[in-house]
């Protein structure tokens, strides 16, 4: 039998004072989209920033698998810069292999709505968490246009998806609060002919949005009389070639900022940090919380809201975080929690379903380990309820990643603040969206390392 790869144990100490100015890698929503509409527009796509994570590169190799050119050329101070040769809307190829896209959910869902309307066969798959998530929310509006699917039981990957030779518009109300979905519909409609229609009760990111405007896509924003905003994407554009700049990603942004908020006297910058208003509700609670996080020099680059982050170190408060603000911030709350259990007070976090079906069951393993730590925290239905006692956590405990990178970089920012150190018992699924998390976290001062 071939050796599997080995396990990365990672281990984080309690820290001294983390300081200095660093910059996250590139935002991975973005990322996946920017390959997505370079390799549907016409002409050369220029991406500076892309994140080089395993995820972006599952969905890099997937645009080349269906006939877009795909090069990396490198700056002088070692930045990757990306050129994309865009097919064309309505110009993939049929893949001659399977799609492995990893461990990315952004990337097998938005890539479904892609292959949904063009006249072709795709079989996708992924990693054992990947294979474990829920694509019906996908696929039942995307069969709409008229594609069909054969996945297995559950509708989970390996699914065969039988794309639309003749793709019908649709008017689509996304029943959870998913930008996954939404923009799934959206990158349908862009090869169906005539109006396509997302209904969106509750927002959520707008990256892609951003981006078809970007390429030059015509969309409309309107509001339906129950209050729900409607995205109308007029089909068949003519996709050209745009550059893109790509922000750091306030998602990976939020383990060095909450690190330095929570390791006493720690004083750092996040430089270009990604702020569309869908994505900051953790600065929003974190501030309410009672952290010291400044927003200097706030700019729009590519179309998108940046600005840098400077932090201090402070003392945090317990406080209700309501269900409305979940989409706002819905990968952040691990790291919230961990935010919370140094916090003096109760801090409940509502309306957390969404949690369990992300790369792992967030909402259980983020309260295990917690319990494992010597927090008191409890879960009621789609509650998150952490007590913190406003003292050192006690940790000494190895928390189970389950190919959760989210998890994995959370516990280990508790080991920093925690009287026993923290061990996670593999760091390898932190590649998928933070490449260099450890180089950049010992970098501001943080004893993390393999054991
Ligand atoms: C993402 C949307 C969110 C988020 C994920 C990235 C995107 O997922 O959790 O990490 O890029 O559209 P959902 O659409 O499932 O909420």
């Known amino acids: 039998m071939v050796p599997p790869i080995p396990p990365r144990p990672l281990r984080a100490h309690r820290s001294t004072p983390l300081s200095g100015r660093v910059r996250v890698p590139g935002d991975k929503s973005i990322s996946h989209r920017a390959l997505m509409l370079g390799g ?20 890099a190799h997937a645009m080349e698998a269906m006939g877009a050119r795909i090069d990396r050329q490198e700056t002088a101070d070692g930045a990757g810069v990306w050129t994309v040769d865009g097919v064309g809307v309505g110009g993939l190829a049929e893949p001659a292999d ?25 079989i996708l798959t992924g990693d054992a968490s990947l294979r474990g998530r829920p694509m019906k929310r996908v696929t039942d509006p995307l069969a709409l246009f008229g594609a069909s699917f054969v996945g297995r039981s559950g509708g989970r990957l390996p699914m065969a998806v039988r794309g639309a030779a003749t793709p019908l518009p649709v008017s689509y109300r996304v029943p959870v609060p998913s930008a996954q979905v939404k923009s799934a519909v959206l990158l349908a409609g862009l090869n169906t002919p005539g109006e396509t229609t997302v209904i969106e009760p509750v927002a959520t990111r707008d990256h892609t949005e951003r981006m078809l405007g970007h390429f030059g896509a015509a969309l409309r924003l309107g509001r ?13 554009p003519e996709l050209r070639a745009a550059p893109v700049e790509v922000p750091a990603d306030p998602s990976s942004a939020a383990f060095p900022l909450v690190a330095a908020v929570l390791v006493p006297e720690s004083h750092v910058t996040l430089a270009g940090v990604g702020m569309n208003p869908q994505r900051i509700g953790l600065i929003d609670t ?30 945090l408060t317990g406080i209700e975080v309501p ?14 929690a961990v935010a919370a259990a140094c916090a003096r007070g109760t801090t409940r976090m509502h309306g957390l379903s969404e949690l369990r079906v992300k ?9 295990t380990g917690l319990a494992a730590c010597g927090v008191d925290v409890t879960v009621d239905g789609d509650t998150l309820i952490v007590h913190g006692k406003g003292t050192v956590p006690k940790g000494g405990a190895t928390v189970a990643v389950n190919l959760d ?4 970089m959370a516990f280990l920012v508790l080991g920093l603040v925690s009287a026993e150190a923290v061990t996670i018992d593999d760091g390898r699924a932190i590649d998928t969206s933070f490449p260099g998390f450890v180089t950049l976290m010992t970098g501001l001062g943080a004893p993390i390392s393999l054991i």
């Open 40 to 59: 549907l527009a016409v002409g050369r796509t220029e991406i500076r920033g892309l994140l080089e994570g395993e995820d972006v590169i599952a969905t």
């Open 224 to 236: 339906d009389d129950q209050g729900a905003t409607t995205i109308t994407l007029t089909g068949q």
């Open 286 to 315: 974190l501030r309410e919380m009672g952290a010291d996080i400044l927003i200097r020099d706030p700019r729009i680059e590519a179309g998108e809201p940046v600005a840098d982050l400077e932090v201090r170190a402070s003392a």
């Open 98 to 122: 399977v799609l492995d896209m990893g461990n990315a959910g952004t990337g097998a869902r938005l890539l479904m709505g892609l292959l949904a309307t063009h006249d072709l066969t795709a």
């Open 405 to 408: 990178h989210r998890i994995g």
């Open 359 to 367: 790369e792992s069951d967030r909402l259980s393993a983020v309260a």
């Open 323 to 336: 269900a409305a603000r979940a989409p706002s911030m819905i990968d952040e709350y691990p790291i919230l």
